[in-house]
């Protein structure tokens, strides 16, 4: 069961093989034994969980209920959920209960879906190795001396180490991507604006997208179907026909036109992923999709442009968390401006203070000019680059992240280092186009390798197809990290 | 030496929408502290601002009045700075494309007319209040009016004296009344006023300025201004300096104090809020604001005075649209000579009522139509202006309409001439010790004359008449 598709637990419970309560408690029980080691999650509420799951089996006697009814689903701790705290993975909010539920949970609670508990994260999302949170550190199932990348490294190991059959991730820059390339599991991040970002603590609003992370692509269907549509709560949001995302699960590749950028092919990819994301479209050659040679000329300039606009977007939005009304309140203080400054210097880590910092600097009188519109320019740029390649082909394939999950620590002294983990993955966020990684192979150590999948607005139904269909080939997606096995 | 005042003018005025720019949280004065705060407004972790249709129709009705563009497209931008009134730490504001650009008020000034451009006008929503007393040393933070939706008015340097400005504010008082956008309470802080003041020797370029805040009564904002002019001429003939400052009034002491100078001014890093789409607003949407609009001030003052009017009795009726409704209602199908008498009824007795009992016009105890046909019995002589003031008060107590008042009480003015000749000759028969005095040459007796015969009519002859009559027996 553990290892189990969404399709084979709902099916299971359908036909009353096990219950909802049943089910909640097998991977309770997982978390139980298996959290101490891998720090996944942030707060697990067992008797909350088990009451959701109660109320899910008695939902499925007398009503007709919907795939993910009575399924545990574990959400990324940005998510606010009432009645269960909300840290975003900070001291700054380590005691902080919303008392509202974001559109995301909602949805999920509309569904019957069981809340399973809240996942650890990089800091207010600000990371790409999970090592940022006040509640320590994410440790990566394959080899827990390694980072299972970020910032949803708790959903992404959640996932991988089968403590949950499926979770909610968040994705700035490549937030669940990443996480899901080096802990061997799929995860998507829909176009800008099909999922609602009410009630997601903002990280930088004009790149933040909610997303599904699964075991395969089918099961990120399901739950993509659960969480994308209009909510007038968010201007952003987009008003659009429902659609079905696993309508295309069943489509041959034939015709599919794969682009591949010669600039995710260059110098600085590990050779073991290159090989691997080779390997991979050779498969979905042989499945009978084409490649073609795409250009993606101003990739390089994505990474300055991202870290000016999101840390830009991050310095307005994280203003808010000033110890008055809610959260970290310094125990001493002279005067306002020093409950503001000690509350914000107690509350914050070092890496957000990093990114406030730098944030607040590019606005600044005199700055603006030189770094904010400059890098909107490069924005517009980087959003070309793509509508000129998906002139010529369908989807565009490429290495998720340049390479496999580092050691604890590898990074932290050496930021830059660290933000080139999402060279390939924040241009999506940029252009605000639908990306996916999914698992397709090991390094030489054993390390999981993604393969990362863009695709133009909106078709993260045909995304979600090939990648099924390779999934159905392969087997990469069905393997179970070897410290935690089931 | 001969200074020039230049002033430009800041006006927040609180919109008329039932809910937050932002929020759904009502915007009602006088709520228990933090009642009317929804998660939005306190900015809880994770909500989203989603602007206010009524919000945006407010800010398009004041373009189209004062002659303004409305921007197809302005985009909202946050403007960054900490304060514990102010929750998400900015303020969201518009700032390089604000919705409405240009346009001008007419205003009446003792030179005349005079125009005042103005720059733009922008929506944005109000911070919270901090209360410093009564907590004991610590503040308390009342979010109800954080979020509340502001258009703030800007205006050109076109101001050029005290005077000029508080005619300024007032006929933009009268305006955003006028229009529906704001109720204009200016103890509730609807309607607040800032001066940005500077003075120079003609056609020397724009002096150093002040920007004073917390003008909410015209009467602070003359004095202000006052205070402040000749505060930075004295400092300027001194020979002195003036740095660039915002300074606060206080009415108590009749001056204005420095607030913060320019070093301390925040750098409010603005950029445009990603939470909010730019602003568009389509050519129909505009239309269909543009028909839902009452009749502007202008035109109405050019109906005014079109009846005949002058300027000055014109604009007692421009107070209010209500008020100027009220008049050319009246005037309507009125005798051209009536209008002038009829306008000062409107301006006198009737609003004296109104405002004794704090009434609307709409809510006018004595229609127009009533006002008409009473004024029209004093036209054609039935009425003296005494009785009229009495059949007045008898409409205003629900006696009905004139006529059936005049009857009721028999109030008829005696114009029959040789009904009041018959009277004379009594009067005179029985008085002639008077009429001796008044053929020596005492004029005093000829009003002791007119005294008894308006006694022997019980008030009902037409004084006029009888002063003819009288003399013309006299001199006989």
Not at chain 1, 42 to 65: F, G
Not at chain 1, 70 to 97: Q, Y
Not at chain 1, 445 to 466: C, D, H, K, T
Request: proline share 5%; aromatic share 8%.
């Amino acid at each position: 069961m553990l290892n189990s598709s969404l399709s084979e637990l709902s099916a299971a419970l359908a036909g009353g093989k096990l219950s909802s309560v049943e089910l909640t408690q097998m991977f309770l029980a997982r978390i139980a034994r298996l959290n101490g080691a891998l720090n996944a999650f942030i707060t697990v509420d067992e008797e909350r969980s088990l009451e959701c799951a109660r109320r899910a089996d008695a939902a499925r006697l007398h009503d007709a209920v919907g795939p993910l009814n009575g399924i545990p689903i574990a959400h990324k701790d940005i998510f606010c959920t009432s009645g269960v705290r909300t840290t975003c993975g900070s001291r700054m909010l380590a005691n902080f209960t919303s008392p509202y539920d974001a559109h995301v949970v909602e949805r999920f609670a509309a569904a019957g879906a069981v809340l399973l508990g809240k996942t650890n994260m990089d800091e207010f999302a600000m990371g790409s190795s999970s090592e940022t949170s006040w509640f320590g550190p994410v440790r990566n199932p394959w080899d827990t001396t390694r980072v299972p990348g970020g910032s949803s490294g708790g959903s992404a190991v959640a996932v991988a180490a089968r403590l949950a059959p499926a979770a909610t991730g968040t994705d700035t820059g490549g937030s669940i991507r990443q996480p899901a390339a080096m802990s061997g599991i799929s995860g998507l991040k829909p176009t800008y604006g099909v999922v609602s970002r009410y009630g997601m603590v903002a990280f930088a609003s004009s790149l933040d997208q909610a997303g599904p992370m699964a075991k395969s692509a089918a099961d990120l269907a399901l739950l993509l179907n659960v969480m994308a549509g209009f909510d007038e709560r968010d201007s952003t949001s987009l008003e659009r026909e429902p659609e079905d995302y696993a309508r295309d699960l069943d489509k041959p590749l034939a015709g599919l036109r794969i682009g591949l950028p010669r600039e995710y092919f260059s110098e600085g990819v590990d050779t073991d992923v290159a090989a691997r994301v080779c390997e991979a479209i050779r498969e979905f050659e042989t499945l009978g999709a084409s490649t073609v040679e795409v250009n993606l000329p101003n990739t390089r300039l994505s990474l300055p442009s991202y870290y000016v606009l999101a840390l830009a977007e991050a310095s307005s939005n994280l203003s808010r968390f000033d110890g008055v009304r809610y959260g970290h309140r310094a125990a001493q203080y002279r005067d306002l401006l020093d409950m503001y400054c000690r509350s914000r210097a107690e509350g914050f880590g070092a890496e957000v203070k990093r990114r406030i910092l730098i944030g607040t600097y590019v606005l600044s009188a005199g700055y603006y000019d030189a770094y904010y519109l400059q890098a909107q320019k490069l924005r517009r740029l980087v959003a070309r680059d793509f509508a000129a390649a998906f002139g010529g082909c369908d989807l565009i394939m490429g290495p998720t992240a340049p390479g496999t999950a580092f050691p604890h620590g590898a990074n932290t002294d050496d930021p830059v280092q660290m933000y080139l983990n999402d060279i390939f993955t924040i241009a999506v966020n940029l252009a605000g186009l639908p990306g996916m990684s999914i698992p397709c192979g090991f390094d030489s150590r054993g390390l999981p390798v993604g393969l990362q999948i863009i695709g133009n607005y909106f078709s993260e139904a045909r995304m979600l197809g090939a990648a099924h269909r390779y999934q159905l080939a392969t087997d990469w997606h069905a393997r179970v990290p070897t410290e935690t096995p089931l | 030496m001969n200074w020039e005042i230049v002033i430009g003018i800041e006006t927040h005025a609180q919109l008329a929408a039932a809910s937050k720019i932002f929020s759904g949280a009502s915007t009602a004065y006088g709520a228990a502290p933090n009642t009317q705060a929804s998660a939005v407004d306190i900015a809880l972790p994770g909500v989203l601002p989603v602007l206010n249709k009524r919000a945006v129709e407010c800010a398009i009705k004041f373009g189209l009045a004062v002659g303004a563009t409305i921007n197809r497209r302005s985009v909202f931008a946050r403007k960054n700075y900490f304060y514990p009134d102010l929750p998400k730490g900015y303020q969201i504001s518009q700032y390089e494309l604000p919705i409405v650009k240009g346009g001008s008020l007419t205003i009446l000034t003792k030179q005349g007319e005079k125009t005042v451009r103005l720059t733009r006008a922008h929506l944005e929503e109000d911070a919270g209040k901090s209360l410093h007393e009564d907590f004991h040393g610590m503040s308390g933070i009342d979010l109800n009016r954080a979020g509340t939706p502001l258009l703030e008015i800007v205006t050109e340097p076109d101001v050029h004296s005290a005077e000029e400005a508080v005619a300024y504010a007032k006929a933009l008082h009268a305006l955003v009344r006028w229009i529906d956008i704001c109720d204009g309470n200016m103890q509730e802080g609807s309607f607040r006023c800032d001066a940005n003041v500077s003075v120079r020797k003609p056609n020397a370029p724009l002096g150093t300025r002040a920007e004073i805040k917390n003008l909410n009564s015209f009467r602070f904002m003359e004095q202000a201004i006052q205070y402040e002019v000749k505060r930075q001429i004295e400092i300027l003939e001194d020979g002195g300096k003036l740095v660039q400052e915002t300074r606060l009034y206080d009415p108590d002491r009749d001056e204005t104090r420095s607030m913060r100078s320019k070093e301390d001014a925040h750098d409010y890093r603005y950029f445009p809020d990603p939470d909010l789409l730019p602003l568009e607003v389509s050519e129909a949407w505009i239309e269909q604001v543009k028909g839902s609009m009452p009749e502007l001030p202008q035109a109405r003052y050019g109906k005014l005075i079109a009846y005949g009017l002058l300027p000055d009795q014109a604009n007692q009726h421009m107070s209010s649209r209500e008020s100027s409704t009220f008049a050319l209602s009246a005037f309507t199908g009125a005798s051209r000579n009536d209008i002038p008498s009829l306008s000062n009824w409107i301006t006198g007795p009737l609003s004296a009522k109104l405002n004794e009992e704090s009434l609307e016009f709409a809510q006018s105890r004595v229609t127009s139509e009533q006002l008409r046909r009473l004024v029209a019995r004093i036209d054609d002589g039935t009425l003296s202006r005494k009785m009229a003031k009495e059949v007045f008060d008898a409409m205003w107590s629900g006696e009905g309409d004139a006529d059936a008042i005049i009857e009721k009480r028999g109030l008829k003015q005696l114009s029959d001439s040789t009904a009041v000749e018959k009277i004379v000759d009594e009067v005179l028969a029985a008085n002639a010790k008077q009429v001796e005095d008044y053929r020596a040459g005492k004029a005093k007796a000829f009003n002791a004359l007119i005294g008894q015969v308006m006694k022997a009519t019980k008030g009902k002859a037409n004084p006029q008449q009888v002063n003819e009559i009288l003399r013309r027996k006299l001199s006989g």
